[in-house]
C-alpha cells in the first residue's frame, strides 16, 4: 500500500497524470474509476475539445452534472450527444477514429499486455477475475493505450498469466503479426510510477517515481529488472487548478481516496 | 390495465414459468449497468430453473446472484463481477471451488458479446472482427475462429453468432402487444431482442398503443418479435432505469459485503429474493430509500412532429 505525502491522495495523482494524457481534440474511450475522472480534468482544463466514448453507446462532450458510479448512471445519459449501441461505438474504435483509449487490470508485463481474467493457471485458477468486459478490444483497436492499476511485485510481472487485452505481445513486429490493426499501450500508470514504451523495444520504460516512492522502491516493486529512461524524473505534482476541478466531480474521495477518512493508509 | 386472455401482457411468474425453460440460454443485462431485469433473475432463482447458460456483456451482480443461487450451468459474458463494489463473490465460488456447482465460463468481450448476437439478429452465422487478435480471450473453438479477409488475406477473428431461446429486456414503457419505448444507452439490447427465439419485456409503465405509435424511431423492436409483456415497475432495482430511477449504489455495497461467505450469500438471498414473494414486496422491503431513488432532475427531450 502506497502511503500519501502531501495534500493530495495517490489517487488525485494518477488522475492527474491520467488527464495529462489526454490531448486536445482526442476522442477517448473513457472506461470507469479513476478514467472517468481523467477525463472531466482535462475536459476542464487542457483539453475542452475532446470527446469522450463509452462502450454502452454514450458519446458526450461536457462532463456529467453529477460523479458517476457507472458509465451506465443516469447523470452520463443527461446532456450526452449520442446514445446508441454498443456496435456503433465499438465500430468507432475498430475503424480507428479512437485516439486513446484506459483500462485497469490486475497484472501488466513489460510489454504492456494485461491480465485481467484469470489469476494462476487460467483451467485451474486461483482466483477468477471478473473478465474483458470492453478492455481487450479497446487494447486492441485503439490508436494508444493507457493502463492504469496498483503497483506491486505480482501485479508489474515478467508476463501475465493470461493475455486479455494485447499489447506489445512478446516484443517489436508482434502486433502486426497477429494482424492487430494499429495501437499498443503508450503508458502505465500505477499508484507509485509512470512507464512508457520504448519504441524500439516495446517495453516498458520508467519515466516518472510518485513524490514520496524512491526510485529504489519502484525497482523493487517491480517484476522485471526495468530499465530507466534517461532523464527520469518525479511525476509532477498536480496542481491548484488540477485537484480544483478533480475535487469537484470527486468531492468525497470515492474514487481517489478521502483525504479526511479514517482508514486511510 | 389488467390482462387479456389470450394477451402477451402477463404477470412475471407466467413470464418465467412458460418462456425460461431448464437448460435455456438467456440474454440479459444489454444495456450494461442500466435497466438491468433484476425482478426476472430473482423469480428465475425462485422457480429453482437449473443448467441455465447465461449470455451478457456484463452483468453486474445479476449473474453473481444466479450463479450462487445454482440456476447456471455456463456463462457467456465479457465481465462478471460487481462493478462499482468489486469482484463477484459468489461467481469466484462458482468458477474457483465448484460451489454451489461449477459453472464453466466461456471467455469474451464486449464487442464479441454484441457481434455474437448482431450475427444472430443477422440471421449469418458469424461476423468477423480485428478485435482480440493476440487476446487469450477467444480461446474457446466453439465461439471463436481464427480465419483471414479473402480479399487481403489479412488475419480475422470469426465471432460465431448466439441466437438465445430468450432475451428477458428492461424497457421504460410498451404496449400490451411489446411494441416498447427504450431510450438511454442501448448497449447491446437492440441485437440480443432480434437475436433471440422469444423476448419477454418488463416494463416500467403499460401504455396505449398510440403513445408507442407517436414516436416509431424510439421503438426497440415491433411487438410481434415479443412473446411477453410483463408491467414491473422497479424491476431493475438496484440499477437505473433514466427518466424513472437512479442507481442504488449503497445496495450494491451492502450486496458485496454480505456475499463474502457462502453463509452470508444465503443469507441475502433468503432476505432479498427467497422471503420476497413478487417485486410488490421487495419494494416495500427497500422502505424510504426507494422512494429517494425515484427523486429525480426532470430532463424532458424536446418533442419531435412526424408532421406528413
Known amino acids: ?95 480507428g477514429d479512437v485516439d486513446v483509449g484506459f483500462i485497469g487490470g490486475a497484472q501488466v508485463d513489460r510489454f504492456g499486455n494485461v491480465n485481467s481474467s484469470y489469476v494462476g493457471d487460467p483451467h485451474r485458477p486461483q482466483v477468477k477475475l471478473p473478465g474483458s468486459g470492453g478492455a481487450a478490444d479497446i487494447a486492441s483497436l485503439a490508436k494508444r493505450l493507457v493502463v492504469i492499476l496498483p503497483h506491486g511485485r505480482h501485479r508489474l510481472v515478467e508476463r501475465v498469466d493470461f493475455r486479455t487485452s494485447p499489447g506489445y505481445g512478446d516484443g517489436p513486429g508482434w502486433r502486426q503479426r497477429v494482424g492487430l490493426p494499429r495501437g499498443g499501450p503508450s503508458a502505465v500508470i500505477t499508484d507509485r510510477a509512470v512507464f512508457r514504451f520504448d519504441p524500439q523495444t516495446c517495453e516498458a520504460v520508467l519515466h516518472h517515481w510518485h513524490p514520496g516512492q524512491s526510485l529504489q522502491d519502484v525497482l523493487e516493486n517491480t517484476g522485471w529488472p526495468v530499465r530507466v529512461a534517461d532523464g527520469a524524473s518525479p511525476t509532477p505534482e498536480p496542481s491548484e487548478e488540477e485537484l480544483g476541478v478533480l475535487r469537484e466531480y470527486d468531492p468525497e474521495g470515492v474514487w481517489t481516496g478521502n483525504r479526511n477518512r479514517s482508514d486511510r493508509p | 390495465m ?44 425462485r422457480q429453482r430453473r437449473r443448467d441455465l447458460t447465461l449470455v451478457g456483456p456484463i452483468s453486474d451482480v445479476l449473474f453473481d446472484q444466479l450463479i450462487g443461487a445454482g440456476c447456471v450451468a455456463r456463462v457467456v459474458a465479457a465481465w462478471v463481477g460487481n ?27 464486449n464487442f464479441a458479446v454484441a457481434l455474437a448476437l448482431m450475427a444472430g439478429a443477422l440471421g449469418v452465422p458469424y461476423l468477423p472482427t480485428r478485435s482480440l487478435l493476440g487476446s ?51 448497449g447491446v439490447t437492440e441485437e440480443a431482442a432480434l437475436a433471440s427465439r422469444h423476448v419477454v419485456l418488463l416494463a416500467e409503465e403499460v401504455v396505449d398503443p398510440e403513445v408507442i405509435r407517436s414516436d416509431p424511431n424510439r421503438v426497440l423492436l415491433p411487438g410481434f418479435k415479443v412473446s411477453a409483456v410483463v408491467h414491473c415497475p422497479g424491476g431493475c432495482h438496484p440499477s437505473p432505469v433514466p427518466g424513472y430511477y437512479r442507481r442504488d449504489h449503497a445496495f450494491y455495497e451492502e450486496y458485496h459485503r454480505a456475499t463474502r461467505t457462502e453463509e452470508g450469500f444465503r443469507e441475502w438471498l433468503r432476505t432479498w429474493v427467497l422471503e420476497v414473494p413478487d417485486r410488490q414486496a421487495y419494494l416495500e422491503r427497500l422502505g424510504p430509500r426507494w422512494e429517494a431513488l425515484r427523486r429525480l432532475q426532470p430532463a424532458p427531450a424536446a418533442p419531435v412532429d412526424y408532421a406528413w
Open chain 2, 136 to 186: 487469450d480471450v477467444p480461446r474457446h473453438a466453439e465461439a471463436f475462429r481464427f480465419s483471414e479477409d479473402p480479399w487481403s488475406g489479412e488475419p480475422l477473428l470469426l465471432v460465431r453468432a448466439i441466437q438465445p431461446d430468450v432475451a428477458i429486456l428492461a424497457v421504460q414503457r410498451s404496449d400490451p402487444d411489446g411494441n416498447a419505448h427504450l431510450w438511454g444507452n442501448l
Open chain 2, 2 to 45: 389488467g390482462p387479456r386472455p389470450d394477451g402477451k401482457l402477463v404477470p412475471l411468474r407466467e413470464a418465467i414459468s412458460r418462456f425460461v425453460p431448464e437448460g435455456a440460454t438467456v440474454v440479459m443485462g444489454t444495456c450494461l449497468e442500466s435497466l438491468i431485469p433484476f425482478a426476472a433473475g430473482h423469480e428465475i432463482i
Open chain 2, 83 to 109: 462493478v462499482s463494489a468489486g469482484l463477484g463473490h459468489a461467481y469466484r465460488r462458482a468458477t474457483e471451488h465448484g460451489i454451489p456447482r461449477p459453472v464453466e465460463v466461456v471467455d469474451t468481450s
Open chain 1, 1 to 95: 500500500m502506497v502511503t500519501d505525502v502531501a495534500d493530495w491522495t495517490v489517487g488525485e495523482l494518477m488522475v492527474v497524470a491520467a488527464s495529462r494524457e489526454i490531448r486536445d481534440g482526442e476522442v477517448v474511450f473513457v472506461g470507469m474509476r479513476l478514467p472517468l475522472l481523467a477525463y472531466c480534468v482535462a475536459k476542464r482544463l487542457h483539453a475542452p475539445r475532446s470527446v469522450g466514448v463509452f462502450e454502452n453507446g454514450i458519446v458526450r462532450d461536457v462532463p456529467t452534472p453529477q460523479l458517476l458510479y457507472t458509465m451506465s448512471d443516469t447523470p452520463n445519459v443527461v446532456g450526452a450527444v449520442w446514445c446508441t449501441r454498443m456496435a456503433n461505438v465499438m465500430g468507432l474504435l475498430q475503424r
